[in-house]
């Protein structure tokens, strides 16, 4: 081709040549595709937070959109809080480690601090949160999902050789961080360290213990007044640690939607801000004090609108309690999501981490928990904690998402999204507020029952599996091998503490003891900040964590109770099939048989056959799948000596009148207790074949769950 040739015209003008189409232009191209299928109907998907989201957006979706307007690190934020974005700054590698021993822990952490983490976070068992020594908790509490401290040994034990003025800490304390804070306090105290240049949050949270757990082991003006007394001091003695913390987790990993966790999120911290300002702080303080925790799903897009919309209603509520929004951004941690992780195929759990902390990041997200694809089912390992971690580390330098500023800003579908979720959050938000806040809508139940609500669908949409979990609900894999289970051994957990715990109460002397005495009496004499001074002496001379809130709570009130939310994994009904296969193996010597009678030639049972076969593996059934027969009699014959107690009819819609008929007779004739289903639902003929014999339909859309339930108590799979 010549030169001449490819030369292009001066006049040509693209933008005259290929005028852009509108969107009414479009739409009326695609409904006559549709040949009258609604519009509304096929390609609008209605999400479980009540947005209706578009097949297409356009700039025309941002001229009435107010997210979008703004920069990154400027109020109200909905852009990131920082306005170089990660570049300057990367997030907190964040990451768990679920050790109930103190010196297990510190090994995990010092080797995690040389491998990628940034950060030290500190999850607690519940004795601990509890103000429980271990000593006096029962075997198999002590240790589960966390450390074991009782004392400022086993907390110096946590951070040995781990240098806190350089290593920002994160303490989750429960219901109240002030005894926490206190051991904390105590042991910078006694290893020279700087209490003020400690960063990070040693944040308590009432409302979100009392959602999860259903108890609060006090009333809620003394879960207040510690949560007053943890910020006060923490501000009058200019340290920089977060004291509040509002978590989302409860609400999320019960099956919350995105909208129901952020509202519960908003209502909880203007329930705090409330409390608060009540006891004499300012909002301006009381926000800076703010450490808020998300969970991720695997819905990217509605996750990252989430995380933005979240930045910008906690501006408004900053604004509205007169803090300068500036001056107090949201710092947001984000968890990848249990709701999603699987038992079977375990593996994939660790493609659900790296989708989930990719919206995280995306959606600027400060500091970040991937959990380890074994976390569900097992004691994560090495090799777990690895894959985990090195999730952040590719993201970030690899993927090289830390240099880049606001990625999702401008996007037409982002933008819009984020400002749904938004007003949909504030809608639920002020509905809480109506019902006189956060503390009165889980104590009368009304939130929790929403949230309930929405579990049952989202759980249904998994059951249909319209909601795919690769590996468990779709693409079972038939010979997967389990994987091996590392779990911890709490009894002896429980000794070695309760060992150490009844060595150190006899380790001091008189003299000791009596001071420890004389600083518990004071502490339950007095109900001030001074706690805190009181508190962090008695610990140095010896006293536990539970001598401590024994006095800090001699005077509480009584425990607030209530119904707790579910933490659901939505895998969990089908893992119970699977189970339920591979006991009656055990019993049995192989697993529950299925027979697909396919009928005709290959191109007219393939696909129902094919379907079948799949469906029936995610019970865990063993799928014989024969080459086809032309007469019912010869499937009739092969299904018998296969001895499988459940055949599967799989042609077309057109021949099933016929073959079923035969096939059936055939079958309850001379094997009555079989079970046959038959692949598809010919709505026409449903009753007819119900009539002659056939016991189960499977087809897409199908409660796959309740039809092989079914299937499995008729065939005797479930004893």
């Known amino acids: 081709m010549s030169e001449q040739e490819i030369k292009l015209d001066k006049n040509l003008n693209l933008k005259e040549t290929f005028p852009p189409s509108t969107y009414d232009e479009w739409r009326s191209v695609v409904e006559r595709d549709l040949k009258g299928v609604p519009f509304e109907k096929k390609l609008i998907t209605k999400t479980f937070e009540g947005i209706d989201l578009q097949p297409i957006y356009t700039a025309a979706d941002l001229e009435a959109n107010r997210t979008h307007a703004g920069y990154p690190g400027f109020v109200p ?46 999850p607690l068992d519940m004795p601990s949160k509890l103000g429980m020594d271990a000593d006096y908790a029962k075997p198999g509490e002590v240790g589960r999902s966390g450390v074991s401290i009782s004392a400022l040994n086993s907390f ?36 020279g360290i700087d209490f003020n240049k400690i960063s990070g949050a040693c944040a308590s949270d009432p409302l979100a213990f009392l959602a999860e ?65 009540d006891r004499g702080l300012k909002a301006a303080d009381i926000c800076k004090r703010f450490r808020f925790t998300f969970g991720v799903g695997s819905f990217h897009f509605m996750e990252i609108a989430k995380l ?31 709701y999603n992780m699987t038992v079977y195929d375990p593996h994939v759990n660790a493609l659900r981490a790296a989708t989930e902390a990719f919206s995280a990041v995306i959606g600027g997200a400060d500091s970040l928990c991937v959990l380890p694809y074994d976390s569900v089912f097992s004691l994560p390992d090495e090799f777990s904690r690895r894959l985990a971690r090195n999730t952040q580390t590719i993201l970030n330098e690899e993927a090289n998402l830390s240099e880049l500023i606001d990625p999702a800003g401008g996007s037409y579908f982002i933008e819009s999204l984020t400002e749904s979720v938004a007003k949909n959050a504030w809608e639920l938000f002020r509905s809480i507020e109506k019902r006189g806040g956060m503390a009165a809508a889980l104590i009368n139940g009304s939130f929790c029952e929403e949230v309930r609500k929405t579990a049952v669908l989202k759980q249904l949409d998994v059951n249909k599996r319209k909601t795919v979990l690769v590996g468990t609900n779709l693409y079972a894999n ?11 051994d709490y009894e002896l957990i429980y000794a070695k503490r309760k ?79 699977r189970d339920a296969s591979d ?19 290959l191109a007219q049972f393939k696909g129902r056959a094919d379907f079948s076969k799949s469906f029936f593996e995610v019970g865990g059934f063993d799928v014989i799948y024969p080459s086809g027969f032309d007469v019912p009699d010869d499937a009739v014959k092969a299904a018998l000596d296969s001895k499988a107690k459940t055949i599967v009819i799989c042609s077309t819609d057109d021949t099933y009148p016929e073959l079923v008929p035969p096939i ?56």
């Open 478 to 488: 038939p010979k997967e091998e389990p994987v091996r289970r590392r779990t911890p």
């Open 77 to 122: 934020f909905t852009r990131g809080s920082r306005a170089s974005g990660y570049v300057r700054e990367p997030w907190f590698v964040c990451q768990e480690l679920p050790y109930g021993l103190a010196e297990d822990f510190n090994d995990a952490l010092l080797y995690d601090l040389q491998r990628g983490m940034n950060c030290a976070y500190l």
């Open 664 to 719: 059936v007779r055939g079958m309850k004739a001379k094997s009555p207790d079989c079970v046959v289903v038959l692949a598809g639902y010919p709505k026409e003929q449903v009753e007819q074949h119900k009539q002659t014999g056939v016991d189960e339909f499977i087809y897409l859309g199908a409660d796959a769950v309740a039809v092989l339930s079914s299937i499995q108590n008729k065939s005797g799979v479930q004893s």
């Open 499 to 577: 060992d150490y715990l009844q060595k150190y109460r006899v380790s001091g002397n008189d003299k000791t003891n009596a001071a420890v005495l004389e600083k518990l009496q004071q502490i339950a004499n007095i109900h001030s900040e001074e706690i805190i001074r009181l508190g962090t002496e008695a610990i140095l001379a010896g006293a536990t964590l539970g001598e401590i809130t024994k006095s800090l709570r001699s005077q509480a009130g009584s425990p607030v109770t209530i119904t707790p939310l579910e933490s659901k994994r939505a895998a969990v009904l089908f893992e119970k099939l």
């Open 308 to 338: 933005r919309a979240a930045r910008l209603l906690w501006s408004q509520i900053a604004e509205s309690f007169s803090a300068d929004p500036a001056q107090c951004p949201m710092f947001i941690h984000a968890v990848t999501s249990t």
């Open 213 to 277: 757990t259903g108890q609060l082991p006090v009333d809620l003006k003394t879960a207040f007044d510690e949560m007053y007394f943890t910020t006060d001091w923490v501000k009058h003695n200019g340290g920089a640690l977060r004291t509040i913390g509002v978590s989302g987790l409860p609400y999320h990993n019960a099956g919350a939607s995105a909208v129901q966790e952020l509202a519960a999120a908003l209502a909880t911290a203007v329930e705090y801000l409330n409390r608060l300002t």
């Open 156 to 191: 110096s034990r946590t951070f040995k050789d781990v240098d806190l003025m350089k290593t920002p800490l994160f303490i989750d304390a429960g219901f109240s961080g002030l005894p926490m804070l206190v051991i904390l306090k105590a042991y910078c105290d006694r290893n």
């Open 583 to 601: 006991n009656y193996k055990n019993r049995t010597g192989e697993k529950p048989k299925v027979f697909l009678a396919a009928m005709g030639p």
